[in-house]
């Protein structure tokens, strides 16, 4: 099983071409490690257990082939701390954070922040549950399942073109049936963030341990498993029905795919 098993992420594998003489030097040359997934996750459990000023050590990367040319997603670990910290800052009143983040941990997650010179993230994550705006990026035929010595999987990945250009489209029709709202602004910063890649890059998403817990909630339900699951089909119905103005056909989809996935967000409270 993964190290932290409840979460899922979606991450963007850029051109060697993308990134400055000295980090494409330095990836150029290593050997893909199929395990680096693994090892992302116990550096973040370590950090829990123990801080440290996440741009103190040198940052890890994923890496994929594609057609011989190498893509790479680097773990961003510095600016992916300091955007959680932000966002969760931004969420409460700036009276009550000191309760939950002292000053001393603020200095040790912030140290560093000053120099670095990309803050967007190549590596969204969500826990217990996968947004339904990152399905919609992908299509059922790019998606794949199975299991390794991890565990279950599914991943899903499709070219960043084809991401925003399926974005767009769902954007337009989000728009066209409720205006603008919470649902549409999500979806605008999905496509916000999208854009700040190089146009040849890959999309991906990651069930990681997320994919045990929704085949044992599909099972429990008398269904078959991983491969019950039709979440990007469901989402893909949805839209459909918001682009046809047949909000029983949209109604449908979102509902199946909401039904799934609060069974797997209920473990959380089992566990």
Not at 88 to 104: E, H, M, Q, R
Not at 139 to 166: H, I, Q, S, W, Y
Not at 241 to 268: H, K, N, P, T
Request: proline residues 7%; glycine residues 6%; contains cysteine.
């Amino acid at each position: 099983m993964r190290p932290t098993p409840y979460v899922a992420s979606l991450r963007i594998y850029e051109p060697l071409s993308a990134f400055e003489p000295a980090d494409r030097l330095r990836w150029q040359t290593i050997d893909i490690n199929n395990e680096s997934y693994i090892h992302e996750e116990e550096f973040a459990l370590a950090r829990t257990i123990v801080p440290e000023p996440p741009a103190g050590r040198p940052d890890g990367v994923h890496i994929i082939d594609v057609d011989g040319q190498r893509y790479v997603a680097p773990w961003s670990t510095a600016t992916r701390c300091w955007a959680a910290l932000d966002n969760f800052k931004d969420s409460l009143p700036s009276t009550v954070v000191p309760y939950f983040i002292s000053p001393a941990m603020e200095e040790v997650i912030t140290a560093g922040v000053d120099l670095l010179e990309d803050k967007v993230p190549h590596i969204l994550n969500e826990t217990w549950v996968i947004p339904p705006r990152w399905f919609l990026l992908f299509l059922p035929e790019e998606r794949t399942r199975g299991e390794n010595k991890d565990g279950l999987f599914t991943m899903a990945r499709t070219t960043v073109a084809n991401a925003k250009a399926r974005g767009q489209v769902a954007h337009e029709s989000v728009i066209n049936a409720f205006g603008e709202g919470p649902v549409e602004q999500d979806l605008a910063n999905l496509l916000d963030w999208l854009e700040m890649f190089h146009p040849k890059s890959y999309v991906e998403l990651d069930y990681g341990g997320l994919a045990i817990y929704l085949d044992k909630a599909l099972r429990d339900n008398d269904e078959d498993g991983l491969l019950a699951d039709t979440s990007i089909e469901d989402v893909l119905q949805s839209l459909s029905g918001l682009a046809a103005a047949d909000g029983l056909m949209a109604g449908q989809g979102y509902e199946r795919l909401m039904s799934r996935w609060r069974r797997v967000q209920a473990l959380e409270s089992a566990n």
